[in-house]
């Protein structure tokens, strides 16, 4: 039977993957940790599993694809929303399998994409982690708070609609004010943001990364806006870092208003 991706692409493999290039940061953690020693290849940017030795190949946007090429993998993964479509078609053109992963809009899209890769490219019986994901983000919290989510500034950028980290914050009780958006990653002015804070919004939810925020840019920006710090990884990394970002994103909202 020939494997087709989340695009519907077919990903011709005669065998379980056992040669993988990663090519997005939260498939190296999930694939690594399901499977073991399979990985040859990860972007500098896949910083778990903390002990992961393998080649680099660059980054995610622009990775090295002759670096890729030379570790001769049997697959490479990536997502549809962190890759190139050319650097995808380059690798097939060369003969490699490349499964893409859908920007998932949920975090039981997310869970579902993962559980295809690992029981069909790979072949495993489902893992624990994705069990006890599932288990504990099943319930959606009332909501509590009515939040702005800065993902990037120079320029600001933010959580839109249908985003993974939108649907993460749901789920803790937390809404996104821009979720009602036409894109998934809006890109206001300040004075637009600052003005939520005067009409719909009262919290304001900054992630370590991709953009680093700190203490300095809530206060500095949004002088009259609370704001919390929360672990990027927990907010917009699908894979085992689920199980334990629930209660941990838990723990960074404010209990009351």
């Known amino acids: 039977m020939t494997l087709v991706d989340d695009l519907g692409?077919?990903?011709p493999l005669s065998s379980p993957a056992s040669r993988v290039v990663s090519l997005v940061p939260s498939l190296t953690e999930a694939v690594e940790l399901s499977a073991p020693g399979r990985l040859v290849g990860a972007t500098d940017y896949c910083t778990h599993p903390a002990d992961l030795d393998v080649p680099r190949v660059g980054g995610s946007k622009y990775p090295k694809l002759d670096r890729v090429l030379d570790l001769a993998p049997d697959l490479v993964l990536a997502n549809s929303e962190e890759n190139r479509p050319e650097d995808v078609e380059r690798l097939r053109a060369n003969g490699i399998p490349v499964w893409?992963?859908?920007a998932a809009a949920s975090v039981p899209a997310a869970l579902g994409s993962l559980r295809r890769i690992l029981?069909?490219?790979?072949?495993l019986d489902e893992p624990e982690w994705l069990v006890a994901a599932e288990e504990v983000w099943r319930e959606t919290r009332p909501v509590r708070f009515h939040a702005v989510v800065p993902v990037w500034r120079k320029p600001w950028i933010v959580l839109g609609r249908d985003t993974f980290g939108g649907d993460v914050l749901r789920r803790v009780g937390v809404a996104n004010v821009?979720?009602?958006?036409p894109e998934r990653y809006p890109r206001p002015e300040i004075e637009e943001l600052r003005a939520h804070f005067a009409a719909d919004a009262d919290l304001l939810v900054l992630p370590d990364e991709p953009y680093l925020f700190t203490e300095e840019d809530g206060p500095d920006h949004f002088p009259d806006a609370r704001y919390v710090l929360v672990s990027g990884r927990h907010?917009?990394?699908y894979g085992p870092s689920l199980v334990e970002a629930h209660e941990a994103l838990t723990a960074s909202i404010p209990s009351g208003p």
């Open 9 to 11: 692409e077919p990903v």
């Open 100 to 102: 893409v992963m859908a």
């Open 119 to 123: 029981t069909q490219a790979y072949e």
């Open 178 to 181: 821009y979720a009602g958006s």
């Open 235 to 237: 907010l917009t990394w």
